[in-house]
């Protein structure tokens, strides 16, 4: 065992679209299907009674039925087989011992960050580690080596006391500690992999050593973590990193190329119901233009649309793929279209009460007709929430990464009404994004919807196209954005400005972001 760690502060990125509670899909020019009424009736006036010449008839002995009411319109059927259910995707990285330790649907965030931004270590390297976490949490520092074998660092001996308060960093090595970590054989890839519970998780509590060396954590303790934990996942959360050691003798690594890389998703089809083709189309004609003007390398552009972009196809992209095919250094654009929405908030850290989320293929239109808990309980393990996409971008450290989020309520992003007075929780994360280097652009504040033309591309997607090529290169994220606004701005003027939005933009990056070099 050798290492240390200096942790950057947590990685924290918000993101998500919003959709209403009652699940309003689609942008603002959506058409409405009118409420299932039955058809109203015509009132009747009764004849002239005429008075009979024969005596009447006796009255039958059996009563006769009464003239059954005209049929109310036939409604649709409905699916014959349930919609199927989302798969879980394996978790991100390598496997190792705690692997199966993934939350895929935290309700906050812990973050792990060490001393060299390649992640790169030599023989005899001093390894310096940082951790913390945005809840006050139990947190718990495992170090998984090449060899298959995993370390308790922390809690140990010398800090038995593991309940630290939120975004408070915890330092290994600490100032006042008397070692340090150096690398050491064995080499290869290896896992620093951060726990942060709301209670103390006492199959690792137990194994702290009084030796004053790290306690050894077999394989059966994060099975028996695994089966405690996978049902409960308001109540914890855990972030992985890998690093690259190697002998002193080997190679340095290449020095970064600063490659660029996308991913382009656009969701126009469900497992029930469809809106149109403008999704789709507005993430392929993306793809397109970042390809022929972005400069994006080909082998390393996906493009995920209509009923493969289910939330595991997702997930599996943005935390195995786009981490397979990037390096720090790199950038990486992910451009999302499709309709966006909220949930609850259950842990009481927004300000509206509200997380954002973005649909997925795996949406089924037939959801409207839940009740507020049905739909939140569905749409969390169906949709990407704000929560999860920010624990998804964690996969890729070191990266300058621009997200391109265009959805009813894309502002829930970075609330930028809130964002200027620096009081909300998603003020703070945005302050978070900018260790990871993020830009955001979304088309709507929270509280907005957007308009589209249904058999178009989202017009997100053509102005932002049509700028990489009518401006002068190189340009910029901030210069295309400028064009999006007054293109927007000048469509709506021709309109009345019905249904006028405004648009969401923050950059954190160091350096300008170029959309078209």
Same mark, same amino acid.
């Given at each position: 065992?050798?290492?240390?760690?200096?942790?950057? +502060?947590?990685?924290?990125?918000?993101?998500?679209?919003?959709?209403?509670?009652? =699940?309003?899909?689609? #942008?603002?020019?959506?058409?409405?299907?009118?409420?299932?009424?039955?058809?109203? *009736?015509?009132?009747?006036?009764?004849?002239?009674?005429?008075?009979?010449?024969?005596?009447?008839?006796?009255?039958?002995?059996?009563?006769?039925?009464?003239?059954?009411?005209?049929?109310?319109?036939?409604?649709?059927?409905?699916?014959?087989?349930?919609?199927?259910?989302?798969?879980?995707?394996?978790?991100?990285?390598?496997?190792?011992?705690? +692997?199966? !330790?993934?939350?895929?649907?935290?309700?906050? /965030?812990?973050?792990? @960050?060490?001393?060299?931004?390649? $992640?790169?270590?030599?023989?005899?390297?001093?390894?310096? =580690?940082?951790?913390?976490? &945005?809840? &006050?949490?139990?947190?718990?520092?495992?170090?998984? *080596?090449?060899?298959?074998?995993?370390?308790? $660092?922390?809690?140990?001996?010398?800090?038995?006391?593991?309940?630290?308060?939120?975004?408070?960093?915890?330092?290994?090595?600490?100032?006042?500690?008397?070692? %340090?970590?150096?690398?050491?054989?064995?080499?290869?890839?290896?896992?620093?992999?951060?726990?942060?519970?709301?209670?103390?998780?006492?199959?690792?509590?137990?194994?702290?050593?009084?030796?004053? %060396?790290?306690?050894?954590?077999?394989?059966?303790?994060?099975?028996?973590?695994?089966?405690?934990?996978?049902?409960?996942?308001?109540?914890?959360?855990?972030?992985? /990193?890998?690093?690259?050691? +190697?002998?002193?003798?080997?190679?340095?690594?290449?020095?970064?190329?600063?490659?660029?890389?996308?991913?382009?998703?656009?969701?126009?089809?469900?497992?029930?119901? #469809?809106?149109?083709?403008?999704?789709?189309?507005?993430?392929?004609?993306?793809?397109?233009? =970042?390809?022929?003007?972005?400069?994006?390398?080909?082998?390393?552009?996906?493009?995920?649309?209509? *009923?493969?972009?289910?939330?595991?196809?997702? #997930?599996?992209?943005?935390?195995?793929?786009?981490?397979?095919?990037?390096?720090?250094?790199?950038?990486?654009?992910?451009?999302?279209?499709?309709?966006?929405?909220?949930?609850?908030? !259950?842990?009481?850290? @927004?300000?509206?009460?509200?997380?954002?989320?973005?649909?997925?293929?795996?949406?089924?239109?037939?959801? *409207?007709?839940?009740?507020?808990?049905?739909?939140?309980? =569905?749409?969390?393990?169906?949709?990407?929430?704000?929560?999860?996409?920010?624990?998804?971008?964690?996969? $890729?450290?070191?990266?300058?990464?621009?997200?391109?989020?265009?959805?009813?309520?894309?502002?829930?992003?970075?609330?930028?009404?809130?964002?200027?007075?620096?009081?909300?929780?998603?003020?703070?994360?945005?302050?978070?994004?900018?260790?990871?280097?993020?830009?955001?652009?979304?088309?709507?504040?929270?509280?907005?919807?957007?308009?589209?033309?249904?058999?178009?591309?989202?017009?997100?997607?053509?102005? $932002? +196209?049509?700028?990489?090529?009518?401006?002068?290169?190189?340009?910029?994220?901030? #210069?295309?954005?400028?064009?999006?606004?007054?293109?927007?701005?000048?469509?709506?003027?021709?309109?009345?400005?019905?249904?006028?939005?405004?648009?969401?933009?923050?950059?954190?990056?160091?350096?300008?972001?170029?959309?078209?070099?």
């Amino acid at each position: 065992m050798r290492s240390a760690f200096n942790l950057k +502060s947590v990685i924290s990125v918000l993101s998500a679209c919003v959709f209403s509670t009652a =699940m309003v899909f689609g #942008q603002a020019d959506d058409p409405q299907e009118p409420p299932d009424t039955p058809p109203r *009736q015509s009132p009747t006036t009764p004849a002239t009674p005429v008075k009979p010449t024969t005596p009447p008839a006796k009255p039958p002995t059996t009563p006769v039925k009464p003239t059954p009411p005209p049929a109310k319109p036939t409604e649709p059927k409905k699916p014959t087989t349930p919609p199927t259910p989302p798969a879980r995707p394996k978790p991100p990285g390598p496997e190792f011992p705690g +692997s199966m !330790l993934f939350n895929d649907r935290p309700s906050f /965030l812990a973050g792990v @960050k060490v001393n060299h931004s390649d $992640l790169c270590y030599r023989e005899g390297d001093r390894l310096a =580690m940082e951790f913390l976490a &945005e809840r &006050e949490a139990h947190l718990y520092l495992i170090y998984h *080596q090449a060899d298959g074998k995993s370390f308790l $660092l922390f809690p140990n001996e010398a800090h038995p006391d593991n309940r630290i308060a939120a975004k408070q960093p915890v330092g290994i090595p600490g100032a006042d500690d008397a070692f %340090r970590f150096r690398i050491a054989p064995p080499f290869g890839t290896e896992v620093l992999q951060v726990l942060a519970t709301l209670q103390p998780a006492a199959e690792l509590d137990r194994l702290v050593a009084k030796t004053g %060396r790290a306690a050894p954590v077999a394989p059966e303790v994060f099975a028996r973590l695994h089966g405690r934990l996978k049902d409960d996942l308001g109540t914890w959360t855990e972030h992985r /990193l890998v690093i690259r050691t +190697s002998p002193g003798t080997a190679e340095p690594p290449p020095s970064p190329k600063g490659e660029r890389v996308g991913l382009f998703v656009g969701v126009s089809k469900f497992q029930v119901g #469809q809106a149109g083709v403008r999704f789709k189309l507005g993430a392929e004609l993306m793809a397109k233009a =970042m390809l022929e003007r972005g400069r994006l390398n080909p082998e390393k552009v996906k493009t995920i649309v209509d *009923q493969e972009a289910s939330r595991a196809n997702l #997930q599996t992209a943005i935390t195995r793929w786009l981490p397979s095919v990037s390096q720090p250094g790199d950038t990486v654009f992910i451009f999302y279209a499709g309709h966006g929405g909220t949930v609850k908030n !259950l842990d009481g850290t @927004k300000i509206d009460g509200r997380d954002g989320v973005l649909t997925t293929y795996d949406n089924n239109w037939e959801s *409207q007709k839940m009740s507020s808990d049905e739909w939140d309980n =569905m749409a969390r393990s169906r949709y990407i929430s704000d929560d999860a996409l920010a624990r998804w971008l964690q996969e $890729l450290p070191g990266r300058q990464i621009v997200l391109l989020i265009c959805s009813c309520h894309a502002g829930t992003m970075i609330d930028a009404r809130v964002l200027a007075k620096f009081a909300s929780r998603e003020a703070a994360r945005v302050k978070g994004i900018s260790a990871l280097n993020v830009a955001v652009l979304a088309n709507a504040f929270p509280d907005e919807v957007s308009f589209s033309r249904r058999d178009k591309p989202v017009w997100l997607a053509q102005d $932002l +196209s049509e700028a990489m090529t009518k401006l002068p290169a190189p340009v910029t994220l901030r #210069q295309a954005f400028e064009y999006y606004r007054q293109e927007h701005r000048r469509r709506f003027e021709k309109s009345g400005n019905v249904g006028y939005h405004e648009f969401v933009y923050t950059d954190t990056s160091l350096l300008p972001i170029l959309l078209a070099p």
